[in-house]
Structures are given as structure tokens and as C-alpha cells.
């Protein structure tokens, strides 16, 4: 439990104060702190505190709170830090009966990061901290090893220097692979302690050069500045790129962990790894992770080696690995979760140095929550929120089609993150992104050596990663299962030159561009450029966990689908109707663009009428298709939206031939026909065309088009009625902004309908709303409601509008926006919940107040975020409605708004 906070003191008023407790200790069985706090500790230092308490083997230190790090971040940093700081650190040397860096027995430390949720190598650690020009030599006369205190000195070095002082990694690697050359060693456990007494000169001469003062030599100077650069990482780029992947808040701030080292690097009988009580690729329920003898765990997750699997440990140190899967396993019931830890050997001796929540695959997270009910270690309940919603997208991910094709598998590496990518390559992640943003490359596969937390933007861009170095605990494996993304780790056959930016395997040699394609389920390479094959919602695992999450949830979940074979799809995964079918996307089809076009050419009404006519059936057909397909489940059809020219050819193809013709100097009785064409084109020309004739403004212009539409999706719930059918179509009158243009278009939908049913004498159920997409609509939606039978959030528009940005452009300054935090996320992707999140409750609420009963939904592709589901759920809509690969995780994120509202149980494993 933790301790009393700091006695009473006097201010300047007289009155007393607590001064708060910035540093808490833990050591020797005991902890200030415990597993609950990780708010205050970080999920590091809670765990830290928790695994002491229980008596297990952890090296002692002490943890510097968050709120130190949101006081460094506003630049008002409390002289207590300091003076706690220096209070707990004698108490560890105390302790450990040594000083810091000094006597003839030094204490050395790392220093680490450590925030409220798993941010796998986005902030920075320092390890042997103390170490300095005398205490190396101390080392290495008390440990009759040399090599080892060279090797932790030079560590120190190239971390402090790159952590703290700002040089550039590539520097201190460049003098190290030198080094290595030089000597012709290939390993870097190879060194003997004369070479890397040559690299410290090396490395402390690049100090100078870099930073025009000598590397520090007093212990404590060492941790003041290991310390404030672990807080200043909290801001670091590729921590905030990951924060705003992840939906992490930017003010929570990280912890500083300092804890005496033990060394994995004291020879063979020494090691370092990190395991997971059960496959984070495939939660299988097996003892899952990676080491490596005389080494320390930057080697193992950083990439640099490729580790050994667990099992192997299990031959050459029977008791360790006996002892190590015993304790593990009782972590893994105490947090009831998947455990992520790391350990270290020194000597035989086996120290814990970390537990925390695993990070896995969303196939994994499925099943280790199944497997958890089954073993009663969790609720149903608390099995919803072990899955992120977004992690639902894994069993949607794609499989190579190898039917017909002959296969060349280049190199099989580690299965790190499920599913299969083919993409062009790129060797940095500057080139990923760049190929993103200019959108030259439709797929990107990212390759690299390894991958370091620098690449974090580069990652979120690419559709795939493939690493030559690393394990399945590396950097790469972590990140990418966290995001979904696919990738092959550790294929060791692929030799790849970031510098001349090639990839070599088998004797080919591929460079930037290139097609490969990857299946991180396998593991495999290949050099083909091979299609993708969809997946199928029917895993049975997968359907025995969302027979638990639907019934939990209210809001319902519709897909947004103009095709009956989309609407299959949206069935499939769990469609509960359609919530959007564009009208207009069935007019692009060759049998139907120029009937269209007749249709905007002609000058009159009743010219007008004949090409409607002749789509009137194909219209009629498309609709009754989707009916047929969604039998009694509801089907919201949007009339027309956008504006006429886009089904008209583009004014400059039109110049350039007629140009051509006239050039010619032939006659061409296409010429007449073109030039009508033009004029059309011309008059039909609008500076803004998305705010100027479409949507209702069409329909009202020209209600004939309105009547045609209407009629075919009515003569069409008729068939499917008379054919045993019990259809109810929505038909949806698009960006209205006044009650005035509803009242126009819902009477002509409505006298078209008493039409049809009189004509085929059947009666269908159906209502007539409209797409709130307009800030003005949003405002006055209590007047629209008067005519309005349900609305419907188009908040692609009514993001556009409220905000006065096109989605088309926003790339042009977005990534500047999310980098200097004006931005938290893309409006377009999560909504905006304090502004046009703000218009869609009011519309809602004054809707309602107008018609108590009015059915309101979302259709945009936030209906699809998790974030957004949520608020959905929050504000009372009815319905969110998304592309038929966001419904298992709309359903999921909206079973677990239900639970939170109740005061649910937890959250997903972050």
C-alpha cells in the first residue's frame, strides 16, 4: 500500500500544506506504491511496486510520479522532485550497501520510461548509469571481467549521448560497425574489452565534437539528466505520433523508473529476454518469448540480434526457465490478463524487471478472452473490453491468393502480425510517408534492418513491414500488431541496404518500388506480386464472442451498401439494415451514363422524361435487388446527391477533341454533338460545386429526376412485397437546410408513393427524412422535423462545412496540424465531438422535441471509428451506419459504450 505522503508543513499563511510525494520506493518486499496506482506510477513503476510487494525477485529502485512530468512539461519543475529524488537514492544505496558510481563496489541504475499505457519504444531508457572513467575500471577489477564493464560503459555512452545530449544514433553506429569491420568480428559479443576501450575513446570524442563539453563524469549529474530527458521524451515525435494512433491522452505524462542493474552481459551464464504467458500472435495458450545469452534487453527488443525462442532456454537452464514460467504464470492470475514481462539472468539468477498487459493481435485478444471465461478468470463482461474494437479488423484482413500461381518464396521469417500485403517497397520511413502523401504508390511495404521507434510514422503509413533482424518481441512485431498492420520479422536470408535503399535475397536484388508480397500469418517472402483474397466473418471463435457483445449494446448498426452484393457482405458481418445507399453510383454504369447525360442535355421537361424513363427500370431493378437481399431489415436510400457535371466528360477532354476533330479538317457528324456537349458542360460550370446544385437544390430544380427515383424505389418494395417480402425503405432527402426544401421533396416522394400503391393496390411501410449535413439544418432541426420522419448525420459534409475544409485537401496541412498538436485526430476520421459533435446533440435534442419518436442515425465513416460509435451512443442515436468491414468493430465498440454507461468493467489492454 502506498505510504503516508510527506508531513504537514507550515506556509506562509500559518496553515499547513501537504507536501505531495513525488518519488515512492520500493525494495526489499516492500512498495510505497501497488499495481492500482499506474496513474501516478505508470504501468511500469505499478508493476514494479506490485511484483516486490508479492516477494518476487526484482532489483530495487524507486519511481518519479507523472505529475513531475506534467510539472516539467509546463516548465515548473518542484525542488521536492529533487530532494526526494536524492532522499531515495541514498535509501537504494543504503540498501544495496553501495554508493552511485563510486567505492569499490558502484551502484549502477537504469533509468526508464514508464507511462499509464504500453507505449512499446516510443520514450527512451538509459541503462548502467554511474559508470564513469574510474568506476569502469572498479567494475572491471570486482567482476574479474573486463569485457563486460567496457561493454556497459561503451552502452552508457552511445544511450546518454543519444538520449540526453541529442547525437544522432548513426553516428555512435557508424564508429561501432567500423570498429567491428576493422577488427573483422561479426558479433558484437565478439569485441574483446581492447576494442571497445578503443570505441569509448571514439565515442567520447564524438561527445565533444557534438556537444563541445566532455561526457559527464559525476554519477548524479548522469541521473539529473537521464531523468529530465526521459520527461522531455514524453514529446517526442514518435511518442506523439503513437499517442494519436492510439487515442492516448497527450497530458498524462510518463514516470521515470530508476532501478538498480543487473546484468545480462556478465558472460554466458548471463542473459536478457522478454515473454508473454500466452502467443500474442495467436493467443494460444503456450509460454511465448525470446532471449539472449550475454546480452542486455535493448539487444532483444531493439532488433539488433535476432533472439532465441523460450523453449530453448528451457534446455540450457532448466531451473531458470521452470522458476521463470512458474512465477509468470501466478502474474498472469494475479492481473487476470496476458502478461508482457522481461527478465534478466545475472549469474544463473533470475530478476524480474517488468510486468505489464501484453499487446496482441486482435485474432489473440478474441481468443485469449474466450479462454479466460472458460478458466473464470474474467466476466463476459470484462471479456467485451479485452478487445479493441479496432482489433476486430484482424479477422478481415487478407489472405493470398496462390490458386494457379507459382509461388517464389524469397525467405520465411517470424509470423509477427497476421495477414498477407503486396505493395512496392521503401527503405525509410521518410520514403513512406512521402509515397503516402503524394499517393504515387497505392500499396507501401516498408523494409528495413530493423525498425527503431523513429520509424513510428513511417509504420502507420505502410500497408506492410518487413524486418531482416528481430524477433517476435521486437519493435516492429509489437507496433505493427498493435496497429493491425502485417509483417514478417527476422527473415534472416534478406540482406537489406538501407543505403543503396535494396533489398537482396536469393540472388535478386530488389530496389525502391519494386513489388513483394508478404503474409505475416506464414511468415513468408515472396517475390511475386501476387493478389489478395477476402476474408470470412465465420471464425468460430469470433462468432462465439460476439454472441456476447450484441446482445449487451442499444445502439444498432446498419452498413452503408448501393449494390446487392454489398449488402451480402453487410450481412455476413452482421448488418443489422442499411444506413446508406447512394443513389447516384448506379448512374456511372455503361448501360446508364448516357441516358444520364440525355437527361442533363435536354433543354425541356418533356425531353427531360424520356431518358428518365429508360432508367426508370434499371433504378427499379437495383432496388429491388437490395430489398430482396435485406428482406424486413430497413434500407435508407439517399436521392441524388452530387452535382450534374460530374456525370458529364471533363470540359478540357471535351477541347482537346474537338480540337483534334477540327485539326483534322474532316467533317465529323460527332462534332455537332460534342460541341452541344461543351456548351452544357459550360453552363452546368460552378465555382464551388459541392455547395452549389446538388442534393435537394437538384430535386427541387428539377423534380422529375426526385419523381423518377422515388417511383422506382416504391414499384420496387412492391415486387418485394407481393413476393413474400416485408421491405421498408428510408428514402432520404439529401443536404437540406431548411424545413422549406424537406416540405418540397417529401411531398413529391410521398404523391408518387400514394401513385404507386394505388396503381399496384399494395401499401408498404416506409418514411421519408433527411441527411443532416448543414450546420443551418442542424440549427433549425427542430423546424425540419416537422416533416422529417428521421434524420441521418452525414458528418463527411457536416464535417466539411462546420469546419471549412475540404476533405479532398486537407493533406496539404493536416500532417503540420496533428505534428504541433492543433489537431488531436483526423475530424474526418474520428469526429469532432466539442464542435460538430456539439451540432449533432443539439439537432438531436431539438428534433426530438418536435417529434418525440424521430429515428436518428450517423451514415458518414465515423460511424465505423470506435470513438465515434461511443459518442453516438452517448448523445441517444439510434443507429450508426458504416462500410461493411467496420461492423464488428461498430458492434463491439458500441456493446462496450453500453457497459461504460453502466459503470462497466475496465478498458481494453492498451
Keep these: 500500500m502506498p505510504m503516508p505522503e510527506h508531513d504537514l508543513q507550515r506556509n506562509k499563511h500559518g496553515g499547513s500544506t501537504r507536501m505531495t510525494q513525488y ?39 524507486f519511481t518519479i510520479q507523472t505529475e513531475a512530468c506534467r510539472e516539467w512539461m509546463k516548465g515548473k519543475l518542484s525542488a521536492d522532485v529533487e530532494s526526494q529524488m536524492i532522499a531515495a537514492l541514498e535509501r537504494l544505496e543504503k540498501l544495496q550497501g553501495q554508493k552511485l558510481g563510486k567505492g569499490d563496489n558502484p551502484l549502477l541504475v537504469s533509468v526508464r520510461s514508464g507511462a499509464k499505457f504500453s507505449m512499446p519504444g516510443m520514450m527512451d531508457t538509459i541503462l548502467n548509469l554511474g559508470l564513469n572513467d574510474e568506476s569502469v575500471e572498479t567494475l572491471a577489477k570486482l567482476t574479474g571481467n573486463p569485457r563486460f564493464a567496457y561493454d556497459s560503459y561503451r552502452r552508457l555512452i552511445q544511450m546518454y549521448g543519444s538520449v540526453v545530449q541529442n547525437i544522432e544514433k548513426k553516428h555512435f553506429e557508424h564508429i561501432f560497425d567500423s570498429a567491428k569491420k576493422a577488427a573483422k568480428i561479426k558479433m558484437d ?20 565534437k557534438e556537444t563541445k563539453k566532455d561526457f559527464p563524469q559525476d554519477p548524479l549529474d548522469q541521473l539529473r539528466g537521464a531523468r529530465n530527458a526521459v520527461f522531455e521524451s514524453w514529446n517526442n515525435d514518435r511518442a506523439k505520433t503513437y499517442r494519436r494512433i492510439n487515442h492516448i491522452d497527450d497530458s498524462i505524462g510518463t514516470a521515470v523508473n530508476v532501478q538498480a542493474m543487473v546484468y545480462g552481459n556478465l558472460g554466458e551464464t548471463s542473459g536478457t529476454g522478454v515473454g508473454f504467458t500466452r502467443n500474442p500472435a495467436t493467443g494460444e495458450n503456450i509460454f511465448f518469448g525470446e532471449y539472449l545469452m550475454n546480452a542486455q534487453g535493448e539487444d532483444v527488443v531493439s532488433g539488433v540480434r535476432t533472439p532465441l525462442h523460450i523453449s530453448e532456454l528451457e534446455r540450457a537452464n532448466p531451473g531458470v526457465y521452470n522458476q521463470l514460467k512458474e512465477i509468470t504464470k501466478k502474474l498472469e492470475t494475479h492481473y487476470r490478463d496476458m502478461q508482457d514481462f522481461e527478465f534478466t539472468i545475472q549469474d544463473g539468477k ?19 478472452a474466450l479462454q479466460m471465461v472458460e478458466e473464470k478468470l474474467i466476466t463476459k463482461e470484462e471479456a467485451i473490453f479485452r478487445v479493441e474494437a479496432n482489433q476486430l479488423y484482424d479477422f478481415l484482413v487478407p489472405r493470398l491468393d496462390e490458386k494457379g500461381v507459382k509461388v517464389e518464396v524469397l525467405a520465411t521469417g517470424l509470423p509477427a502480425s497476421p495477414g498477407a500485403c503486396v505493395g512496392q517497397i521503401v527503405f525509410s520511413a521518410e520514403e513512406a510517408v512521402k509515397a503516402h502523401n503524394s499517393k504515387k504508390m497505392s500499396s507501401i511495404i516498408l523494409v528495413r534492418g530493423e525498425t527503431t521507434p523513429e520509424d513510428i510514422a513511417g509504420m502507420e503509413v505502410a500497408n506492410g513491414i518487413l524486418t531482416s533482424r528481430g524477433g517476435m518481441t521486437s519493435h516492429a512485431a509489437v507496433v505493427t500488431r498493435g496497429m493491425g498492420k502485417c509483417c514478417v520479422a527476422g527473415a534472416g536470408d534478406c540482406v537489406v541496404d538501407e543505403h543503396k535503399k535494396e533489398l537482396r535475397v536469393k540472388g535478386k536484388t530488389f530496389r525502391h518500388g519494386d513489388w513483394i508480397s508478404l503474409d505475416g500469418t506464414t511468415g513468408r517472402v515472396i517475390g511475386n506480386k501476387l493478389k489478395t483474397l477476402e476474408p470470412s466473418p465465420n471464425d468460430p471463435e469470433l ?3 460476439m454472441s456476447w457483445v450484441d446482445p449487451v449494446r442499444r445502439l444498432r448498426v446498419r452498413a452503408n451498401a448501393d449494390i446487392p452484393r454489398d449488402a451480402k457482405m453487410a450481412m455476413q458481418f452482421g448488418a443489422e439494415g442499411i444506413g446508406l445507399c447512394r443513389t447516384e453510383h448506379m448512374f456511372f454504369a455503361e448501360d446508364r451514363i448516357e441516358h444520364m447525360r440525355a437527361m442533363i442535355l435536354a433543354e425541356n421537361e418533356k425531353d427531360r422524361k424520356a431518358p428518365l424513363k429508360k432508367l426508370l427500370p434499371m433504378q427499379r431493378a437495383d ?108 428514402i432520404m432527402i439529401p443536404l437540406v437546410g ?22 399496384k393496390g399494395v401499401k408498404v411501410d416506409y418514411m421519408v427524412g433527411t441527411m443532416i449535413e448543414l450546420p443551418r439544418a442542424a440549427l433549425t432541426a427542430d423546424q425540419i422535423a416537422e416533416e422529417a420522419e428521421f434524420f441521418s448525420y452525414g458528418t463527411n459534409d457536416l464535417t466539411q462545412t462546420t469546419y471549412g475544409i475540404s476533405r479532398d485537401d486537407i493533406n496539404n496541412f493536416l500532417p503540420t496540424y496533428l505534428q504541433q498538436g492543433i489537431f488531436k485526430n483526423d475530424p474526418f476520421v474520428t469526429i469532432d465531438q466539442r464542435g460538430v459533435g456539439q451540432l449533432v446533440k443539439m439537432a438531436t435534442e431539438k428534433g426530438r422535441a418536435t417529434r418525440a419518436n424521430l429515428k436518428v442515425g450517423i451514415c458518414g465513416e465515423h460511424g465505423g471509428d470506435p470513438e465515434s460509435v461511443k459518442f453516438c451512443h452517448r448523445t441517444g442515436l439510434n443507429y450508426v451506419s458504416c462500410s461493411p468491414f467496420r461492423l464488428l468493430t461498430a458492434r463491439l465498440a458500441a456493446a462496450q459504450a453500453a457497459l461504460e454507461e453502466k459503470g462497466g468493467v475496465g478498458g481494453a489492454t492498451k
Aim: aromatic share 6%.
Design 543 to 545: 462468432v462465439k464472442f
Design 189 to 208: 559479443y565478439d569485441l574483446t574489452a581492447d576494442h571497445l576501450k578503443k570505441i569509448i575513446v571514439e565515442y567520447k570524442k564524438l561527445v565533444k
Design 738 to 759: 431548411g424545413v422549406e426544401e424537406m416540405k418540397n421533396q417529401g411531398e413529391i416522394v410521398r404523391n408518387v408513393a400514394k401513385e404507386v400503391f394505388k396503381e
Design 23 to 61: 518519488v515512492y520506493f520500493f525494495g526489499n518486499g516492500r512498495a510505497d506504491g501497488d499495481g492500482k496506482m499506474k496513474d501516478v506510477l505508470g504501468g511500469k513503476g505499478a508493476g514494479l511496486a506490485e511484483m516486490t510487494s508479492a516477494g518476487l525477485p526484482v532489483p530495487p529502485g
Design 350 to 368: 533470475r530478476y524480474m524487471l517488468q510486468t505489464r498487459n501484453g499487446k496482441r493481435t486482435g485474432i489473440a485478444a478474441v481468443r485469449v
Design 623 to 730: 432496388f429491388a435487388g437490395l430489398f430482396k437481399t435485406m428482406g424486413s431489415l430497413p434500407v435508407t436510400i439517399r436521392l441524388i446527391d452530387p452535382p450534374l457535371h460530374e456525370f458529364l466528360p471533363k470540359r478540357e477532354e471535351l477541347l482537346v477533341e474537338i480540337a483534334t476533330i477540327e485539326a483534322g479538317k474532316k467533317r465529323s457528324p460527332k462534332l455537332k454533338a460534342l460541341k452541344k456537349l461543351l456548351a452544357r458542360v459550360e453552363e452546368l460550370h460552378e465555382q464551388n460545386p459541392m455547395l452549389g446544385l446538388r442534393g435537394c437544390r437538384l430535386g427541387i430544380t428539377l423534380p422529375e429526376i426526385t419523381e423518377m427515383q422515388a417511383r422506382a424505389i416504391f414499384e420496387a418494395a412492391v415486387i418485394a412485397k407481393k413476393a413474400g417480402s416485408n421491405p421498408h425503405p428510408e
